[in-house]
């Protein structure tokens, strides 16, 4: 069974620090992609990362994907409020049917002023 | 319009009746997918549509769960006889391929008094 674990599960900061968060599996995947959700929303696609050691910038979020792709980490820089909401990453599948996503259980942000 | 549209938005019901809820995904998205997700919960994969067949029913959590999809556009998720464990919110997603991430709706509330 292909999982994707996430940490820290939950997460409170005060405005202005720094972050990562994780995503580990012991599987490979085709692609890792990066959401946030905010609450009373659907997830909201931010990045999606597909070579091994990619590292992709957004604004203040920068998204790297782990050489042997079975891993990713998403850094934060002087977080704000805007920045709160929950993290999920979600990988496809290196083997059959890669359209079908596997999900992490999310890491919780607050960002506090 | 140009995002994932699910209908309707809030849906309140009563023990043992059954509900329909409805996905529009984006034009063009062969890859239509179906989570449930409890409150501060992460997502629970239901079913996965490629086109109007289902290559993946795994996660629907009972027969009284079941779903199409016509035109490889519009899709109804059916609950019958629903229970107050089917409430949740119901999040529809497509996508062009796993690979490329997933674009959601703002999901249906579902609530089974």
């Known amino acids: 069974t292909q999982l994707l674990e996430q940490s820290p599960q939950f997460l409170s900061i005060q405005e202005g620090e720094n972050l990562t968060v994780y995503c580990n599996s012991s599987s490979v995947f085709s692609s890792l992609q990066w959401y946030r959700q905010e609450p009373g929303e659907g997830p909201v696609l931010l990045v999606t990362?597909?070579?091994g050691g990619e590292v992709k910038k957004l604004k203040r979020l920068t998204f790297q994907f782990g050489d042997a792709r079975k891993d990713s980490s998403l850094h934060i820089t002087a977080a704000q409020p805007g920045d709160t909401g929950l993290y999920l990453c979600a990988g496809a599948s290196a083997a059959g049917n890669n359209r079908k996503l596997i999900w992490g259980l999310g890491t919780s942000l607050a960002v506090n002023p | 319009g140009a995002g994932v549209s699910q209908s309707p938005s809030n849906k309140v019901t009563e023990k043992g009746k059954d509900v329909e809820l409805r996905c529009d995904p984006i034009?063009?998205?062969?890859?239509l997918y179906w989570y449930r997700q409890s409150l501060g919960q992460g997502l629970e994969f239901l079913i996965y549509f490629q086109g109007n067949s289902a290559p993946d029913k795994s996660g629907l959590p009972s027969d009284r769960f079941s779903a199409e999809r016509t035109g490889g556009s519009v899709s109804t998720l059916t609950i019958q006889r629903t229970q107050q464990e089917d409430s949740a919110v119901y999040l529809c997603?497509?996508?062009?391929?796993?690979?490329?991430?997933?674009?959601f709706g703002a999901g249906t509330r579902l609530s089974v008094l």
């Open positions: 034009s063009g998205h062969t890859a």
């Open positions: 990362v597909v070579t």
């Open positions: 997603a497509s996508s062009l391929s796993g690979i490329a991430g997933a674009y």
